[in-house]
């Protein structure tokens, strides 16, 4: 019996559920059809609610009242008085400032603001709409890097990065004989995180101060090598790096002197001198100036060795983004400007080394050899913010003495040697740089840049 009961019961409870379903529908159709009186009622006693919201909407124009749905069609609030931007603030620039004074007088959470996280996403939006991946915003702690890049030594992998357009850091090349060297990482290679944190979108600086660390520390690296599609992790221990920029790669039984330079500090002129000089002594014929892998440095560096080999003329002009035109001449009298010579390039020679190889060529002084160089060609500051931060931008674009830009073009060497076996390419870029040479010191080669 009781069986039959809890089937009749379970037979019946769909019926029961419709019923009452049918039931509040027919009470929600009374409440809205309610009679002239109830409603009346109701009116007076919404009128006494609102009361309390209508003062605070005196108090508050700009602020949504209770009736508006915010997740809807927004009632617009005109302010019934302009905020009134202080005094100096760009007419560009004022509404901004208005977004800001009612985030911050208005916005729910505004107790909760990190005003100097406002201050770094409004700079870095700045930078963004400018599409130039030279100019970036340095944060306090990172400033002193740039420094430490041109003076003196520091602690780190010792490699030389640019960051690419789209936000990822390129190995333009490792020092030679650096920790970056040694764990193998080359030229053209992509850094996407540094101990498991990505720096994709960083500027270049705030992603040199994450790899950079105290000597013996180790720092994981996610890189995908040249030619490759697949992400590795790379452990490499860090080190202090030597700033040495002028490297002898004579050999005893060579014809000519083999010099190197990795970058352009303030005193590679003084040493490229003191090492041209030795050779001179050692009876070498000509030189090999080899900057494949050097990604730039000094302005005034390169001005200064380009001065050894040029007797007279423009080293490079830039200019301005007010177009005003600045030249930058020969200093010195070409100590070493009869000295037969050829200058090897590859596709991570940049910036500096460009100037000193399209001033060679459009001086007609030496052969260029090698690959086409990477095309940085824009003149770089950094100025000291009130925050002991800096902005690093682009203020200038350089050009050769004959005219020709360098941004986003490099220079074409003279006598292409390219592979794609790097190790292959480096010996057949120097064999052809001694075939050239010879050329030019035996009187076979028609002319210095054929």
Known sequence: MRKLTQARWVWWLPILVAVSLVALVA??????????????AASTQTTSAAEPVAQAAAENPTAPSRGQDPMAFPTPSPLLQPLGAPEGVPEEL????????????????????????????????????????????VRPEVFRIENDDLYGRFEGIGASVQMR?????????????????????????????VNGESIVGFSLLEAVSKIRGPRGSDVRLLVVHL?????????????????????????PDDRFAHIRLSTFYSDTADQLEDAIRQSQ???????????????????????DIVSLFVEEGLVLYEVDGSGR???HEVRSAGRFADMPMVLLVNESSASASEI???????????????????GKGSVNILRRLENEGGLYLTFARWFSPNGRPIEGEGVEPDHEVTSRDAKKADVDQLEKAVEVLAGIVDGTASSATN
């Open 165 to 193: 357009p789209d936000g990822k850091l390129l190995v333009v090349a490792p020092i030679e004989g650096s920790p970056a060297e040694k764990a193998g990482l080359k030229p053209g290679d992509v850094i996407l995180s």
């Open 227 to 251: 030619g490759t599609l697949d992400e590795i992790e790379v452990v490499i221990t860090r080190d202090v790096i030597p700033l040495e920029s002028v490297l002898v790669r004579t050999q």
């Open 27 to 40: 009470c929600q159709e009374d409440e809205e059809d309610a009679t002239p009186a109830p409603a009346a």
């Open 325 to 327: 035109r600045s030249d």
């Open 281 to 303: 002594s050692d009876g070498f014929e000509g030189l090999i100036l080899d900057v494949r892998n050097n990604p730039g440095g000094l302005l005034s560096s390169v001005i």
């Open 356 to 374: 000193l190889a399209g001033a060679l060529q459009d001086h007609e002084r030496a052969p260029v050899i090698g690959a086409p160089t990477f």
């Open 94 to 137: 004022k509404t901004v400032w208005e977004v800001w004074a009612l985030l911050s007088r208005e916005h729910v959470d505004r107790s909760t603001f990190n005003i100097e996280a406002f201050n770094e996403a409004a700079i870095r939006g700045m930078i963004e709409a400018i599409g130039d991946a030279h100019t970036s915003y």
